[in-house]
């Protein structure tokens, strides 16, 4: 799809609705942290401990809000969470909600090759298989980075879709897998992570200004006609002070009767099945690297 710098066709959503929301959970626990010291585990507590909050503490209060606001979310799972933890995967389809993969050790691409994603995404695959009884229809990288090769293969296993890009605001098509986008903006890991221990981060960002940006966000989106995808974790967002923000953005779009308020699942079913489909398609392009050629000058 090449640019017209002319407005795209107006994303359509079901039953007439304006917008939709999408609430996801990257329910990573420590598995960023093992894959950073995949060769030899340094014998210190505090950012593990900081990361096993969310499974002990903050996952639960996520669940109650979710369920006092009638929200059905998307949790995307590394592998070896749900490995260490088998009552996770099956606990979170119980209660209503999506699940979704995640890298097998929230490995990042840049540490991967081909081969090694391929063997990740189908233990992967075959673990919440084994644990579930149920067939995952989704892909999230860790990290938010895809390669051609890593579109291939959520096509080949016959996923239906990926989140993990951000080309449009609203579902888009992507070397022929539906994209279910994400943005930066929307994550609360960029404003409210910090692990201390030496970590060189800056301190977390108010609360109250994150509130802001994102309620403006929603609400700008809504007016565009598009897709507001909110992405928490567990060990951040079930926070006391976070819970609190997050009330209050739920109890906004909640309360607005045009906003569609899905899980990724259903918001990848309504694309194909709708004249959406096709509209929005493009395609893994990867420029050639200028290589000798910068400032037009050639060797």
Do not use: C
């Not at 900081?50 to 009638?70: I, K, T």
């Not at 060189?200 to 994150?210: E, I, M, N, T, Y």
């Amino acid at each position: 799809m090449k640019s017209t710098y002319a407005p795209f066709p107006a994303y359509t959503w079901p039953e007439g609705k304006t917008s939709a929301a999408l609430f996801s959970v990257d329910v990573d626990a420590t598995a960023p942290f093992l894959w950073e010291h995949r060769d030899h585990l340094p014998e210190r507590l505090a950012r593990l401990e900081l990361r096993r909050f969310g499974l002990r503490s903050g996952l639960s209060r996520l669940l109650d809000l979710f369920a006092r606001y009638g929200v059905k979310a998307s949790f995307y799972v590394p592998a070896i969470v749900a490995e260490t933890d088998p009552d996770l995967l099956p606990a979170l389809l119980n209660a209503g909600h999506e699940i979704g993969l995640h890298g097998y050790f929230h490995e990042l691409v840049r540490d991967v090759d081909d081969r090694e994603f391929s063997a990740a995404i189908e233990a992967s695959l075959d673990l919440f298989l084994r644990q579930t009884g149920r067939r995952p229809v989704g892909f999230r990288s860790p990290a938010w980075e895809m390669t051609p090769h890593m579109l291939r293969e959520v096509k080949r296993l016959g996923l239906s879709y990926d989140s993990s890009l951000m080309g449009f605001d609203h579902p888009y098509e992507i070397d022929d897998v539906v994209e279910i986008p994400v943005q930066w903006a929307l994550d609360d890991a960029i404003f409210y992570k910090f692990e201390g221990s030496g970590n060189d981060r800056q301190a977390p960002v108010s609360g109250a200004a994150v509130l802001d940006d994102w309620l403006a966000e929603w609400r700008t989106l809504h007016r565009f006609g598009g897709l507001f995808t909110l992405t928490v974790h567990d060990w951040i967002s079930g926070r006391a002070q976070r819970i609190a923000l997050l009330e209050k953005l739920l109890e906004e779009i909640t309360a607005e009767s045009g906003a569609w308020v899905a899980t990724a699942e259903e918001i990848a079913r309504h694309h194909v099945a709708s004249a959406n489909s096709g509209h929005f398609a493009v395609t893994s392009d990867i420029p050639a690297a200028i290589g000798p050629r910068r400032f037009g000058f050639s060797s």
